[in-house]
Each structure stands twice: as structure tokens, then as C-alpha cells.
């Protein structure tokens, strides 16, 4: 578990906990990007390691489950979502290829564990969209940073940075904030039409 260290300010009283900032990929090639984006989630798969509840498993029996390299590195990223990852925290999401920016969130549920995932993955957060910042608005060490290839990281190196942008995001897609507004009907007063005929047979109002 990612430990989070509260500062004392100058008056003796605990400042709260800043929100952690993760990175956290929507699959190869942003694939899953659309279904975070229209489920306002984010989730990562591993499901070759643990498709189970997480949260059930606990995370000692996670870490226990790898025996070799690749099984600690992913065993250490669903570790980190599942248990690392809280309430209120940051998260970046790139749309690369897809769209050239990244989106940012706030997560707002704890760690579920779904059943019947889809194919972004068994483990999800629900997030609040925020909005988005441009690829060309970072320098070239935030863009190495943010193309690492874990699914889930702490962007440390260029954090500052990366934070220095979200106070300053673009609105985020429009499918994923705006409702659907009905269409006032347009009521007509009622009318009453007279109709005669006459000894010709022709109607007149």
C-alpha cells in the first residue's frame, strides 16, 4: 500500500492529505478509452494473475501469487489500484493514439470487483471526469513519463508539472457531462371553426 504522510502546520493542527496523482492506461492503444469514458470508470484487467475480488484476496495473497518477473510487476500495479489508490485521488488517462490529449479524474468509489467485466477488466473505480490538457501543452520529459508502459504509476518525476495543468483543463467530452435536455412542446390554443354551406353546396368558415 501506497503510504500517505499528513504534515503538521504552524499551528500544531494535522494539514489534510494532498490527492495522489496516478497515470492509468485504457488498454493497448487507448482502446478502452470510450468505455471509461461513457461508464465514468477506469479498471485494469490482469485477469491472467487474479480475476477475483481483491478486496476478498487481500493484498499479501496478491503479491504471494507471483513467481517470476512479470507476475510481481502486474501483481505490484493491481496492488497499487485495488489498495493504493483512494477516495478523492487524481487520475491521468492517456487517449493517445486515439486523441492527441490526456484525460484527467477524480476517482470518487472505493476498489469493486465486477463479475461480468467487460473486457477493460474485472477491477474498477468509478471517477468524475474533470477535463483534459493537450499532448503538445507538456514538455518532452512529462511525454516520456506518461508513455511508460505499466498500466498504473505514480508519475513522480513530473508531477509538479503534470499538476500545474490540471488547474487549467480544457472541458472534458461532451458525451461524458452533458444531459440530454427535452424539447419544450409548443401548445396552440384550441379553435373553433363554423362551417356553412351554401345552396350551391360549397363550404364557407
Given at each position: 500500500m501506497v503510504a500517505r504522510v499528513r504534515t503538521t502546520t504552524q499551528t500544531g493542527t494535522l494539514a489534510p492529505m494532498a490527492e495522489q496523482l496516478w497515470?492509468?492506461?485504457?488498454?493497448?492503444?487507448?482502446?478502452?478509452?470510450?468505455?471509461?469514458?461513457?461508464?465514468?470508470?477506469?479498471?485494469?484487467?490482469?485477469?491472467?494473475?487474479?480475476s477475483d475480488d481483491l478486496a476478498a484476496l487481500g493484498e499479501q495473497a496478491l503479491k504471494?501469487?507471483?513467481?517470476?518477473?512479470?507476475?510481481?510487476?502486474g501483481a505490484g500495479q493491481l496492488s497499487a489500484f485495488a489498495f493504493g489508490v483512494d477516495l478523492g485521488d487524481l487520475v491521468i488517462v492517456p487517449r493517445l493514439p486515439k486523441v492527441r490529449d490526456y484525460l484527467v479524474g477524480r476517482v470518487t468509489s472505493p476498489y469493486k470487483h465486477v463479475v461480468d467485466a467487460p473486457a477493460l477488466g474485472?477491477?474498477?473505480?468509478?471517477?468524475?471526469?474533470?477535463?483534459?490538457?493537450?499532448?503538445?501543452?507538456?514538455?518532452?520529459?512529462?511525454s516520456k513519463t506518461l508513455g511508460a508502459i505499466q498500466t498504473i504509476f505514480r508519475p513522480t518525476a513530473v508531477e509538479a508539472e503534470l499538476r500545474s495543468l490540471i488547474t487549467e483543463l480544457k472541458p472534458p467530452p461532451d458525451d461524458t457531462t452533458k444531459k440530454v435536455v427535452p424539447k419544450p412542446t409548443l401548445k396552440l390554443p384550441r379553435a373553433q371553426l363554423d362551417v356553412e354551406l351554401d345552396e350551391m353546396g360549397r363550404a364557407h368558415i
Open positions: 497515470v492509468i492506461r485504457a488498454g493497448p492503444g487507448a482502446c478502452f478509452v470510450d468505455d471509461f469514458l461513457k461508464r465514468r470508470i477506469v479498471g485494469v484487467d490482469f485477469s491472467e494473475l487474479a504471494a501469487r507471483a513467481t517470476n518477473p512479470s507476475e510481481h510487476a474485472h477491477h474498477q473505480r468509478a471517477v468524475e471526469w474533470l477535463g483534459a490538457f493537450d499532448r503538445e501543452t507538456i514538455s518532452p520529459s512529462a
